[in-house]
């Protein structure tokens, strides 16, 4: 059964940080490109990082590149998402996803996890 399990949301104030993870099961995590997407109240679902199988290869949102960055451990089935200076156009859901081998910035992701809120207040 393929599990992804988001933790790390929560409400920080504006200039704050917070470091998202995601936990994968029930598949070869390594055989999988990783990405983040955010969807805000009334907005629809958008790219915010992928990275590929090995790490070596990240891809941000214009928006969060210099803030956000994205990793993995292949070890221990898990990415990341360290988001820095945060702002309150930050606010949404955050979802990790998993799709096999190829790395892509569109939603076309094999996987998906229910997601951990973000809060940020100005």
């Known amino acids: 059964q393929v599990q992804l399990v988001e933790s790390g949301g929560g409400l920080v104030q504006a200039g704050g940080s917070l470091r998202l993870s995601c936990a994968a099961s029930?598949?070869?995590?390594?055989?999988?490109?990783m990405g983040w997407f955010r969807q805000a109240p009334g907005k629809e679902r958008e790219f915010v990082a992928a990275?590929?199988?090995?790490?070596?290869?990240?891809y941000y949102a214009d928006s969060v590149k210099g803030r956000f960055t994205i990793s993995r451990d292949n070890a221990k089935n898990t990415v990341y998402l360290q988001m820095n200076s945060l702002q309150p156009e930050d606010t949404a859901v955050y979802h990790c996803?998993?799709?096999?081998?190829?790395?892509?910035?569109?939603?076309?992701?094999?996987?998906w996890g229910q997601g951990t809120q973000v809060t940020v207040s100005s």
């Open positions: 996803a998993a799709r096999a081998w190829r790395i892509v910035t569109t939603i076309e992701y094999d996987y």
């Open positions: 990275i590929n199988l090995s790490g070596g290869s990240t």
């Open positions: 029930g598949f070869t995590f390594s055989r999988y490109a």
